[in-house]
Structures are given as C-alpha cells and as structure tokens.
C-alpha cells in the first residue's frame, strides 16, 4: 500500500520520521521503501522541492534508522518489532551527526531584516531539509519529551511537551486499557 500514516501532524518532523516505520495488527510496515513513498512523504511534510531521487531515498532512510535506533535507546525500547537489532548505537551516533555536519546553518542580514539560511556549500535543498530534521531529532533525543508507545503492537514514537500520555495516539491508549482488561480477568490478583 502507497500510504503513510497521517495521525501525527502534530508531532516534530524528526518523529514523523521515525514513524515511517509503523506496524498493524497483522505485521510492521516501512513507508519509505520507494521514491514514491518518499515524495508523498516529504511533500506532507512540506519539506524538498519535489525533486528527488534514489539517493535521497538512501539518505532519508539512513537518517530515520539511525534516528529510530536512538530513540529506542533513549526511551528504554523493549518492543518486540520496534527495534532494529542490525544498527549499532555508535553507529547511528556517527550517522545522525555526519547528518548535522554536512549542511553548516549561516543567519544572514538582508535589507531591514534577518534570514536563515544555510552556507553554499553545493548540498541539495532536501539534504539540508535531512540536516535539519537531524538537528531537530539530536535535541529531541537530548531531551526529556521522547517517548515509545505503549499500545499493543505499536512500533510508534512520539514526542510530549506537557501532558503525561503514553500512547501515540487515542487509538492505542483505548487498545491499551481493553487488553489491561482482558488481562486482569484472565489473571485476577
Ligand atoms: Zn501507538
């Protein structure tokens, strides 16, 4: 299926990211396996200028493994299909700050104002689109919000400011609390 889940507007590109990696009730699926999956991707995302190719793929598939990696780290992973045991920790560390050194952000005054920008140094707009969502995810990472679902199957992550949720969504909390159920009257205390 050509989808990627919509359910997470809200949350920071870099976990959107992330969750190009999402699981069903029947098995795990990868939203960026193809150049189509990445153009419908990045455009919903409002990132690249819908030019992209093979090795944009490559490199946004590179940034979210090493990024989901870090996550699981992060929020004590133990989900079952969630975490990719194939990527090392320090791995992912190297990939995720080649990422943030490849594009070097500049703040540039022109005119009456001020503009953010990026150096010229010949990297494509999407690379520095990359550059910034690996920025985002390193201070996501370094901070206290990242969180794993804790909804039955879910491989999702997401990011709390203020509340004190543990699901992705209303959709996993509610599965969540009826498989509790379940549970209590199958092994009552
Ligand atoms: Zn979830």
Redesign the pocket.
Known sequence: MDDVPVLYLTQPKAVRLMNTVWADRTSVHDSLETLGHLQLWAERAGIGDGQLDESDLALARELRDALRRLAADATHDDRRGAVSADVEIETAVAVTNSFLADCTPVLRHEGQGFSRGWQEDGASPFRRELAALALEGADLLAGQGLRA?G?PG?V?YFHRSHSRRE???A??GNRARVARHYQRKRDPA
């Open positions: 679902c909804g879910c999702l699901w992705c969504s959709e996993c």
